[in-house]
């Protein structure tokens, strides 16, 4: 009997195998969601619709940043199988009534309430992963999650678009929730063991968010691992920001090179949640992270002044630093926190790395516009040096995990 490839084989776990299904579903809608907005943004704001796409993604993190931590406490005191379910039959109602949108504020009161419910999925999400598979392989279960992450990255809006065409972009927003619906019954087949027994004390809200956040910062190695992040943020957001400007401005190519040089960064970050599946037991986890933010950082070093060719090899290896840093973050945590913890702790690491985005957007957006010609020199010098900052004097986090 053939045996599976290595990253698959966490598949092998049936409760794995429904969480890793729904998600996937949820993840393809998410695709949908965003295609579909692109195209109804044009028709309802014409010229404007970069600024109102723009304002979407800014209310995106801002979601994320505000109610995850939040989320990770209730991931910690209720039922975490009907916590993610109750997010998707949310999604599946607010992405029902994008349809019927006509006014910008609607888009953007509609796609703040999305992500909310977002922002409460994915730390439930990731604290259930632990939860149902071995402490040997739910390292796998991440890198596989991660890696269909990017793949749907990549193919997920090629699909939308397709579909688009065929159906409209409104009705696409009706085939969205029927992704969200699937993905919900789904994870509600899950058994109700999802639920972590935690001693009976009075609920505290504000004291449950310090007590995930302190968990996260006082361990040495999270938090190195959170400030590489910070590194990643900013050469993460100069690629997302920045690279239509380099290839439709200083190059002078067309959407379709553009597109190929995005496809790139999701395949970079593919083919590193595909090595880290097949390395996760001979590399330490904090090793991992550094080589992520260095391979980020420097790869948008040269991106100025780059051909096609090299951007898109460059972009492939931003990609993989990337998720070399935000794939083994997540297995840390699993495995240096209490599974009674863990969604406090997943939730303020979710708002916590958002922050980071917050944070470098604007730097992204700054050097774009003031130094065109040197925005990914300067950015990704800033990026750099705040890995070089952090690695010496955090040294003794950085230990084997």
Do not use: C
Request: glycine share 10%.
């Amino acid at each position: 009997m053939r045996t599976l490839p290595r990253l698959l084989q966490s598949l092998r776990n049936p409760l794995f195998a429904r969480l890793y299904t729904a998600q996937t579903t949820s993840l393809l809608g998410d695709a949908f969601t965003w295609v579909a907005l692109a195209l109804l943004a044009f028709e309802v704001g014409g010229a404007k619709s970069a600024t109102i796409l723009a304002g979407a993604l800014t209310l995106r993190v801002t979601a994320f940043v505000l109610l995850s931590p939040w989320a990770g406490i209730l991931a910690d005191r209720v039922d975490r199988r009907k916590l993610m379910a109750g997010a998707d039959l949310g999604r599946m109602g607010v992405v029902g009534l994008m349809p019927w949108v006509d006014e910008v504020w609607q888009i953007y009161a509609l796609m703040f309430l999305l992500n909310a419910l977002t922002a409460f999925f994915t730390p439930a999400y990731q604290a259930a992963l632990p939860q149902v598979m071995k402490q040997k392989d739910y390292a796998q279960a991440i890198a596989l999650s991660g890696a269909t992450y990017e793949v749907l990255g990549v193919l997920g809006p090629g699909i939308a678009g397709a579909l688009a065409g065929l159906l409209g972009a409104r009705n696409l927003f009706l085939l969205n929730g029927i992704t969200f619906l699937f993905s919900a019954l789904l994870i509600l087949t899950l058994p109700a063991s999802l639920r972590v027994e935690r001693e009976k004390t009075p609920i505290s809200p504000l004291g449950d968010i310090r007590e995930g956040t302190l968990w996260l910062w006082r361990d040495g190695p999270m938090r190195y691992a959170l400030l590489l992040e910070l590194s990643a943020a900013v050469s993460g957001a100069l690629v997302l920001v920045g690279t239509v400007g380099l290839v439709r401005g200083r190059l002078g190519l067309g959407e379709l090179e553009y597109g190929w040089t995005m496809a790139a960064f999701g395949i970079g970050a593919t083919l590193a949640a595909l090595a880290m599946g097949a390395w996760e037991n001979r590399i330490p986890r904090t090793t991992f992270v550094f080589l992520g933010a260095m391979v980020s950082s420097l790869a948008v070093l040269p991106a100025d002044w780059a051909s096609l060719h090299l951007l898109l090899f460059l972009w492939v290896l931003a990609g993989a630093g990337q998720n070399w840093v935000n794939l083994p973050t997540q297995a840390l945590i699993a495995d240096r926190t209490p599974e009674a913890l863990q969604g406090r702790v997943y939730g303020a690491h979710f708002a916590w790395s958002h922050l980071w985005w917050v944070l470098a957007y604007p730097v992204a957006g700054w050097l774009g516009t003031h130094f065109p010609g040197g925005a990914f020199l300067y950015g990704g010098l800033v990026a750099l040096s705040l890995l070089l900052g952090v690695e010496p004097l955090f040294k003794s986090w950085k230990r084997p995990s």
